[in-house]
């Protein structure tokens, strides 16, 4: 067999240091406190407007494109080699499933805008409007396809042969395409787990919303347990994926044995465990918003030599398939302690940011509430206030939980990258 | 009185440094964070960082409040004759900042914003120009405010140690340990490996000697250089090579068994 029968997603990367580990954590709860108390005294984020896509002429062709490509690769991966020379599995678990999210942090829900499947759905001339519409379970459907997938992903048997994953591939496609003829276009928004996972990523694109970060503060699609449960499956299977690759797990499922029994338990379980975290710690406040960075920041921190490493090496044995540079080759390593830097940074950006959110919309609920106090109340309580008007460590009191929860994601991410 | 009671808070958060340098010494010099006093030394550094940021906080609020109050008499005592002026006063600020977006957006377009997004911003931190924010105490309390920013880079400066090293190898299989080298032994035993899947520490640019012994036919594979071997049962294997890459890198017997680790560094 090849190197390949591990799969793409291997990784290579050292634990980090654990100076860089304390000093990250450090900071991460100081700049917390630093941000809730003092930094960020007034709702700045909420009401503003996503923009608009632009008609540009080259979108339509750059579906066109995805839609090629993506069929010459499912086609390839029915037909083609079934050795490591076929690109199907770095096309789908480096360039989707990891290339998708610093895309869409970028430039906004990109997957959106060239799916595929949303493509070929209008080329076939579907029903736009579905047979049966409706809004059915609102984004749950995607939450078990993401569940699926990261599975596939992680733990199933034979889940680098190229056939194994144009089968399934070829399923997913069918299966959406059926579901949306049933429900309408929209179906995809909300049950394409590519897709949804793109537009929560793309919340943080500084390039589709007028002021950065406000797209987390606006309505989220689905918002509620279901989006809940998304970005905890997407949090948990990352989580598990650092987890699983210790020495320590494979020493215990080689002793137990049925390590794909206990692989699917395990991931399950991280995945439970992370949402009922995430919907009991927060009292009454969403938290689905500020956890969207920290997971973003983990994702990328945890994927990051892949994507630099793995990513181009998909291109090359695509374009060697067609006869094209064939003598060309990636042997790119990455430094170390450049990627440990790298990590930590995206890890602390993360975090600050899903403070940021999650402290802005604290503030936003309580300018909300302050109103229904009356004004002579108000006077009067405004002698020891600061000049500003903004009872601040009364909103902290509030967010208490929600902070030390996210202050506890950060530090698990830093620990898993630790004793990885 | 609040000078007071900001210096008590400053006193408090100095004497908290102590648990926290221990915390981190001890930390520094443990071998693994999974064991109990790990656990315990983390938990204190946890809990007495927190405290530290949460009274430095309090410190500057209470600081800065004085010097709101300081600079709101003048403007205040006129008020102070004829409430209803101030209620007046009061109210065009409250409904400013509950629930009027296109105001909201009025503060937050002109500047700050935008700084607060990279780690950058920490250094560059300009409080928004264009807020209701009072003119003469602007200025003290922007500086003031800046207090807990620098300590918490002085936090991030002292970051040049190593961490400690892991354990060093058994002696091998195949031929003796020199220096330089570092040696390693692995066996699959029922689809198992025999001692438990560990991680051997190799410095970057030593040779390498993994004995590898199987009791059923098995292709042997180092990642990330990329070495595979067909090992039979009964023919221990010796596999040597120059450990020239960093990297946490995986010896399986294929199709899925971890052997070991190796820890280039």
């Not at chain 1, 402290?359 to 909300?368: G, K, Q, R």
Request: aromatic residues 8%; contains cysteine; glycine residues 8%.
């Amino acid at each position: 067999m090849s190197p390949l029968a591990h799969g793409v997603g291997s990784s290579s990367d050292l634990p980090l240091p654990l100076d860089l580990v304390l000093q990250a954590g450090a900071a991460t709860v100081v700049l917390s406190f630093l941000i809730a108390a003092l930094w960020w005294t007034r709702p700045r984020l909420a009401g503003f407007a996503e923009r608009p896509v632009p008609a540009a002429i080259w979108l339509p062709a750059l579906r066109v494109v995805v839609l090629l490509l993506s069929l010459y690769l499912v086609g390839n991966a029915l037909f083609g080699p079934r050795d490591s020379a076929n690109p199907v599995a770095h096309a789908l678990f480096v360039w989707l499933w990891v290339g998708v999210v610093p895309l869409s942090a970028l430039l906004g829900p990109v997957w959106r805008a060239v799916n595929p499947l949303r493509t070929l759905f209008r080329l076939l001339r579907l029903p736009p409007a579905g047979l049966r519409p409706g809004a059915g379970l609102g984004v749950w459907p995607a939450v078990l396809w993401l569940l699926a997938f990261v599975w596939f992903e992680l733990v199933a048997p034979g889940r680098t042969d190229p056939l194994v994953i144009g089968c399934c591939l070829l399923g997913y496609g069918l299966a959406q395409l059926g579901m949306a003829v049933l429900r309408g276009e929209q179906w995809f928004a909300r049950g394409d787990c590519f897709e949804l996972y793109s537009e929560l990523a793309g919340r943080l694109s500084p390039l589709r919303w007028q002021v950065p970060l406000s797209g987390l503060a606006a309505r989220l699609p689905g918002a509620g347990a279901g989006l809940a449960a998304f970005v905890a499956v997407w949090w948990g299977s990352t989580v598990f994926d650092s987890a699983s690759g210790s020495p320590a797990w494979a020493g215990f499922v080689q002793r137990a044995g049925h390590a794909d029994l206990y692989a699917t338990g395990a991931l399950v379980l991280v995945c439970i465990v992370v949402l009922v975290a995430v919907r009991k710690t927060a009292g009454g406040l969403d938290v689905t918003a500020s956890l969207i960075p920290i997971a973003v920041g983990y994702t990328l921190a945890h994927y990051l030599s892949l994507l630099i490493v793995a990513a181009p090496r998909g291109f090359l044995l695509l374009t060697r398939q067609w006869g094209l540079a064939s003598d060309v080759a990636w042997n790119v390593v990455p430094i170390p302690s450049v990627i440990a830097g790298a990590q930590v940074a995206l890890i602390l950006l993360g975090h600050v940011i899903g403070v940021i959110v999650a402290h802005d919309a604290a503030l936003a609920s309580a300018a909300v509430d302050a109103p229904g106090v009356s004004g002579a109340v108000r006077v009067a309580a405004a002698g020891p206030r600061l000049a500003r008007g903004v009872p601040v460590l009364a909103t902290l009191a509030d967010e208490l939980p929600l902070v030390l929860f996210m202050i506890g994601c950060t530090w698990a991410g830093l620990f898993l990258l630790f004793v990885r | 009185m609040t000078v007071l009671v900001a210096l008590v808070l400053l006193v408090a958060a100095a004497f908290l440094l102590v648990p926290a340098m221990v915390g981190v010494k001890f930390l520094m010099a443990a071998t693994s964070l999974l064991s109990f006093s790990s656990l315990f030394a983390s938990f204190m550094l946890l809990v007495s960082s927190a405290s530290i940021a949460t009274f430095l906080q309090l410190a500057v609020l209470a600081l800065s409040r004085r010097r709101a109050r300081a600079a709101v008499p003048p403007a205040d005592l006129p008020a102070l004759a004829a409430p209803a002026g101030v209620h007046a006063v009061a109210l065009p600020a409250d409904a400013r900042a509950a629930d009027a977006p296109a105001d909201v957006r009025a503060f937050a377009a002109p500047a700050g914003v935008r700084g607060f997004a990279p780690p950058a911003g920490v250094s560059a931190f300009a409080p928004p120009a264009g807020g209701p924010q009072p003119a003469p105490a602007g200025l003290g309390k922007r500086s003031l405010r800046l207090v807990p920013f620098l300590l918490a880079a002085l936090t991030l400066l002292p970051g040049c140690t190593q961490a400690p090293a892991a354990q060093a190898a058994a002696p091998a299989a195949c031929g003796s340990e020199a220096p330089g080298q570092v040696a390693a032994n692995a066996e699959l035993r029922d689809g198992k490996a025999s001692p438990a899947p560990h991680r051997v520490a190799v410095p970057l640019g030593s040779q390498v000697r993994l004995g590898i012994s199987v009791d059923s036919a098995a292709q042997i594979h180092v990642h990330g250089y990329d070495l595979e071997y067909q090992v039979r049962p009964g023919q221990p294997m010796c596999i040597v090579f120059v450990a020239s890459r960093a990297g946490l890198f995986d010896v399986e017997a294929h199709p899925d068994t971890l052997l070991l680790q190796l820890e280039v560094k």
